[in-house]
């Protein structure tokens, strides 16, 4: 999916329907890679082989592009949580919005085990760019930590509505115990979230 701006949506994509419910069928939504592809689309990639190279990735992922950010991923992700720290500090010299969104959203699937990760989101609720909020919103509802809705709180009266909104579902998903109420908005109970 493209955004009227041109670029990639990467607010999550609808997934195959899985199950039927009362009233309608539940839908899927799964957290995935930006652009969409996964280490099966680059079958020779492996991982860093210092922490140079796995901060020249974390780069690429915040300053790049396409198949170029995804590569770098790939590659990336292959030492797990320990990738947190490079996406963190790439997060700091990434110039580009699409690029920071991509560096928080891949914090994600830590969000509830690494302070690294969160404290990036509280980092990024304030970042100028709307997709790179939306993330770190999505991240903090993901982490259910009750010290998030402190942070939260500025977002909800930011001059941006769309952040409101997003600050908003956090803050509900938080309160409720529940992540997936940051996508199912309306409590539909038709959605589920995998991260």
């Given at each position: 999916?493209?955004?009227?701006?041109?670029?990639?949506?990467i607010r999550g994509t609808r997934g195959p329907t899985e199950?039927?419910?009362?009233?309608?069928?539940?839908?899927?939504?799964k957290v995935e890679d930006l652009g969409g592809l996964s280490a099966p689309a680059y079958p020779d990639i492996?991982?860093?082989?210092?922490?140079?190279?796995?901060?020249?990735l974390a780069l690429a992922v915040g300053n790049g592009t396409g198949q170029h950010a995804e590569a770098a991923w790939v590659s990336l992700r292959l030492i797990g949580e320990a990738a947190v720290e490079y996406l963190?500090?790439?997060?700091?010299?990434?110039?580009?919005?699409?690029?920071?969104?991509?560096?928080?959203?891949?914090?994600?699937?830590?969000?509830d085990r690494s302070n690294a990760a969160f404290n990036l989101a509280i980092r990024a609720l304030s970042d100028r760019s709307r997709s790179v909020?939306?993330?770190?919103?999505?991240?903090?509802?993901?982490?259910?930590?009750?010290d998030a809705l402190t942070a939260l709180e500025p977002a909800l009266s930011h001059p941006?509505?769309?952040?409101?909104?997003?600050?908003?579902a956090a803050v509900n998903a938080i309160k409720a115990g529940s992540p997936v109420?940051?996508?199912?908005?309306?409590?539909?109970?038709?959605?589920q979230w995998e991260v």
């Open positions: 999916m493209v955004l009227s701006s041109g670029l990639p949506c199950a039927r419910v009362e009233g309608g069928t539940r839908e899927t939504w492996g991982p860093p082989v210092d922490e140079s190279e796995a901060m020249q963190v500090r790439a997060y700091a010299e990434s110039n580009r919005g699409e690029g920071r969104a991509a560096l928080v959203f891949h914090c994600m699937r830590w969000a909020r939306y993330r770190a919103c999505m991240l903090l509802a993901l982490a259910q930590r009750l941006d509505q769309m952040t409101v909104a997003d600050a908003q109420l940051f996508i199912d908005r309306n409590g539909s109970g038709r959605v």
